[in-house]
Structure formats: C-alpha cells, structure tokens
C-alpha cells in the first residue's frame, strides 16, 4: 500500500511570508506560543458587555471594569475584583461561571479574527512547534480554534486554558507550562500578547514577547513591553518596540 502524501501546507499571503520569515529569523525560536482573545480573535468588547450585564442585573447598572482590567485575565480573576468593588456578597465561584457561561455564547456567535491570524498559526505550525496559551476555559478554546480552522493544525489537547494553571496571567503559570508541554526552554519560546497581563507573564517565564496591537486594550504600554511588535498578521514587519 502506498502511504498517503501529507497536504501540503498552504502558501502564506504575500502579506505574510515575510513577517513569518522576520520572527524566525529575529529571535530563532523553539517555539511560538500564542494568546487567544485579543490575539487571535477580537472577544474583549464581548467581556467587557459581559460584565457590564452581570453587575446590571444585580444592581449595578453602568458599571464595569476597565478593559486593561479585564485582558489576559481568568474569569475567577475578573469575578474576584467585580466582587470586591461592587459585590462583597456574591459567590465570586458563581460569579465567574455566570461571566463565562455568557461569554461563550456571545463570543462564539460574534467571533472575528484578527486580521491575517488562522493563516500565520497555520503557517508558523508548520515550521515550529506552536501552542495556544489562553486564560480563557477549554471549551471556549476549543471551539474558538476549530472555527478558525486550527484544530487540525494544533495539538488542541496540549494547548494551556484556565483550567490548567493554578495561577492565571500575569504569573508566568501558564507560559511555563506551554514551553514545558512542548519540552523546550522557555527562554527559547516567542509569545504573541495583546494585553498588559499577557505580556508581563510571558517577560516573567523569560519569553520573548511579540505585541498585536490592533485590538489591544493598552497599545502604547504593549509597545513599551514588548520586543517587538504588528498591528496584525498582515504586517509587512516586525515593529521595533517604543
């Protein structure tokens, strides 16, 4: 029997290839590991709605958290500061459950891609091992990737959701557990973040840190923090961080 010939993978948008050539070559790495909402796809208005609704129906309405308080962060993180602010008798277990049960469907029913994403993790895939590394659940991960057409491409299972870590972002939990599934150094891992947490957490494990600014809640501090950075996969380059 003749084995069957792996599908080629698809050919980078001209777009594409170079930013991809110019990550590889800058920093050399074991691996690239990549946050998820923010990221990968524009989900944080749907958290930011999401809290707002909660705290509206349970006496508050009009307020919210800021949005740099918001990414990069576990839903027990966002309920435990919602609770301390406005809710001192809430269940800040049922609390998370309850931001989380209504991000998911909203997410799901609204998700976008940040621009050039599915094609650069499919690409990068292909030439370097590649995790995703998210404080969001595994079941809104899950279902994220496969709309995007990355399930197939990504080892989904060894992929870092909240339920993962004891710690969530800005503690570096979660993107030493990333390099440790794919067995490499995580000085030798490339992290892509949008949010102020992520970036800290990624710095904290000693990755090196890619910015995607375009739906970033802090652009000017992601630069800051950054090694470099792109507004989305369609840059033409690495930016130099400011």
């Given at each position: 029997m003749t084995a069957a010939t792996p599908a080629a993978t698809p050919p980078l948008d001209p777009p594409l290839a170079p930013l991809l050539d110019a990550v590889l070559a800058r920093f050399a790495p074991a691996a690239?590991?990549?946050?998820?909402?923010?990221?990968?796809?524009?989900?944080?208005?749907?958290?930011?709605?999401?809290v707002r609704a909660v705290l509206a129906e349970r006496g508050h309405?009009?307020?919210?958290?800021?949005?740099?308080?918001?990414?990069?962060?576990?839903?027990?993180?966002?309920?435990?500061?919602?609770?301390?602010?406005?809710?001192?008798?809430?269940?800040?277990?049922?609390l998370a459950a309850d931001m989380a049960g209504r991000f998911e469907t909203l997410a799901l029913a609204q998700l976008r891609e940040?621009?050039?994403?599915a094609a650069f993790v499919r690409a990068a895939a292909a030439r370097?091992?590649?995790?995703?590394?998210?404080?969001?659940?595994?079941?809104?991960?899950?279902?994220?990737?496969?709309?995007?057409?990355?399930?197939?491409v990504l080892?989904?299972?060894a992929c870092v959701a909240q339920e993962d870590v004891r710690v969530g972002k800005?503690?570096?939990e979660p993107y030493l557990l990333g390099a440790a599934r794919l067995a490499v150094d995580p000085r030798r891992c490339v992290v892509f973040e949008d949010s102020r947490s992520g970036a800290?957490?990624?710095?904290?494990?000693?990755?090196?840190?890619?910015?995607?600014?375009?739906?970033?809640?802090?652009?000017?501090?992601l630069r800051a923090l950054a090694d470099a950075t792109l507004s989305d996969y369609r840059d033409p380059q690495l930016r130099a961080p400011s």
């Open positions: 690239l590991l990549f946050d998820l909402d923010g990221t990968l796809v524009v989900t944080e208005h749907v958290t930011d709605a999401c309405p009009g307020a919210g958290l800021a949005m740099a308080e918001l990414g990069g962060r576990t839903w027990q993180a966002i309920a435990e500061t919602t609770r301390g602010r406005f809710l001192p008798e809430a269940d800040p277990t049922e940040v621009p050039g994403a370097v091992p590649t995790l995703v590394v998210t404080s969001s659940t595994r079941a809104f991960m899950g279902a994220a990737l496969a709309r995007l057409g990355l399930a197939e080892d989904v299972a800005p503690h570096p800290v957490a990624a710095a904290a494990a000693s990755a090196r840190v890619v910015g995607v600014t375009c739906a970033a809640p802090e652009p000017a501090l």
